[in-house]
C-alpha cells in the first residue's frame, strides 16, 4: 500500500492561464488544502535576513508578528486565528521554510485536510527558493495558448504591462517549464494544458492526481460550486471560475488581437506553440518597430533577473539561518 504523501504542491505557469481554476479543482480533492493565492511565501523569504536569529523565541515572535499582522501577505485571507498561528510559529523549528510551512498546515487542518499547496502563476520564476524552503515540493505547471494568456493578461485592470511584456512573460513561463521538466526529477514536475483542462477534466485531473500520489474526486470537475462561495464578487477577472467549466475562451485571441500582436506573438514563440500542441495561425513577419520594441524589453528584463540572482548570492552569503523547512512528514 502507498504511503500517503504529504509533500507541499506548488501551481506554476503564465498569469492568466487558468491557474486559479486549477487551485479550485485542487482544493476540492479529500486531501489537499490549496488557497487563493497568497503573499506570504516569497515575501517573507525576501525580507528573511530582517528576522533576525530564528533560533532567538523572541526573532520567531516576531516574525510571526510580521507574517499574522502585514495586510501585504494576506494572511487574513486564510480565516485563520492570527494568534494561534503565531504560537505555533514560535514553537516551531527554528527556520523560516518551518514558519511558512507552519501557516500553510494550520489552513490545511482548519479546512480538514492533512496536506497543503500554494498556488501564484509567478512561482515559475521562484522555484529555486521554493525548492530551498521545501525541497520535496512538486510542482504543477499549467500551460494554455500563448496568444489566449497574453491577451487576456493585458485585460487585466491589475496588469501594468503592454502586449511586449505579456508575451515575453508567457515566453518566459514556457522556457522555465522546459528547464524544470530538464533538472526535476518526474515526481516532481507535472506540466498540464488548459485548454486540455477546460474540455475534459477529469481525463486531465486523473493524470494529475496520480502524480500527486492523490485520489481522483469527482467534484474536483465541478470547481464553480466552490468558486461561487470563495471567489471574491470585486476580482471581476476570476467571473468564469464561477460557472461550470467549459472552453468558451479557448481561442478568444483571434478576436483580441491585432493582426501586428499576432505576427510578433507567433513570431518572438517560434516554434513552442507547434511543440505544446498550439497551430500556428501562419502570420508573417511582424513589422520591424515592434520586434526591435520587444527585444529592447526583453533585454531589459535580462539584466533584472541577472541583477537580481546575484543580490540573491549575496543574501545567502548573510543568512542568519538555514531555511529549509524541518516539519516533513505526516502533519500533526
Avoid at 492568466?16 to 511565501?41: C, D, K, N
Avoid at 474540455?199 to 492523490?214: K, Q, S, T
Amino acid at each position: 500500500m502507498t504511503t500517503p504523501s504529504h509533500r507541499p504542491v506548488f501551481i506554476i505557469g503564465c498569469p492568466r492561464s487558468g491557474t486559479t481554476l486549477l487551485q479550485q479543482m485542487l482544493h476540492l480533492g479529500p486531501r489537499i488544502a490549496l488557497p487563493a493565492e497568497t503573499r506570504i511565501v516569497h515575501t517573507a523569504y525576501r525580507d528573511r535576513r530582517e528576522f533576525g536569529d530564528l533560533t532567538d523565541p523572541a526573532n520567531r515572535r516576531a516574525l510571526a508578528g510580521w507574517i499574522t499582522g502585514r495586510k501585504d501577505t494576506k494572511f487574513a485571507a486564510l480565516g485563520l486565528d492570527a494568534r494561534s498561528v503565531a504560537e505555533e510559529i514560535v514553537a516551531a523549528p527554528p527556520t523560516l521554510g518551518s514558519a511558512l510551512a507552519t501557516v500553510f498546515r494550520a489552513y490545511a487542518r482548519e479546512n480538514g485536510k492533512p496536506r497543503w499547496g500554494d498556488k501564484r502563476p509567478s512561482y515559475f520564476r521562484m522555484v529555486p527558493m521554493l525548492l530551498r524552503l521545501f525541497p520535496d515540493a512538486q510542482f504543477v505547471h499549467l500551460v494554455r495558448d500563448g496568444r489566449d494568456a497574453a491577451s487576456s493578461l493585458r485585460q487585466m485592470p491589475w496588469y501594468k504591462g503592454d502586449i511586449y511584456s505579456a508575451l515575453l512573460t508567457w515566453r518566459e513561463a514556457v522556457d522555465r517549464g522546459r528547464q524544470l521538466a530538464a533538472r526535476l526529477p518526474p515526481d516532481a514536475y507535472h506540466q498540464l494544458r488548459y485548454e486540455d483542462l477546460a474540455a475534459d477534466p477529469e481525463a486531465a485531473l486523473r493524470p494529475l492526481c496520480a502524480f500527486l500520489g492523490e485520489e481522483y474526486a469527482p467534484a474536483m470537475a465541478e470547481p464553480h460550486h466552490l468558486a461561487r462561495r470563495t471567489v471574491p464578487a470585486e476580482r471581476r477577472w476570476h467571473h468564469r471560475t464561477l460557472e461550470a467549466v467549459d472552453t468558451k475562451v479557448v481561442g478568444a485571441w483571434q478576436d483580441r488581437l491585432r493582426d501586428w500582436e499576432v505576427e510578433l506573438a507567433e513570431h518572438v514563440f517560434g516554434p513552442r506553440l507547434a511543440e505544446l500542441g498550439y497551430a500556428p495561425s501562419g502570420a508573417g513577419r511582424p513589422p520591424s518597430l515592434h520586434l526591435t520594441r520587444f527585444r529592447q524589453i526583453a533585454a531589459v528584463r535580462w539584466r533584472r533577473r541577472h541583477e537580481q540572482e546575484a543580490a540573491e548570492r549575496y543574501r545567502r552569503l548573510r543568512e542568519p539561518n538555514p531555511v529549509v523547512s524541518l516539519l516533513t512528514g505526516p502533519a500533526t
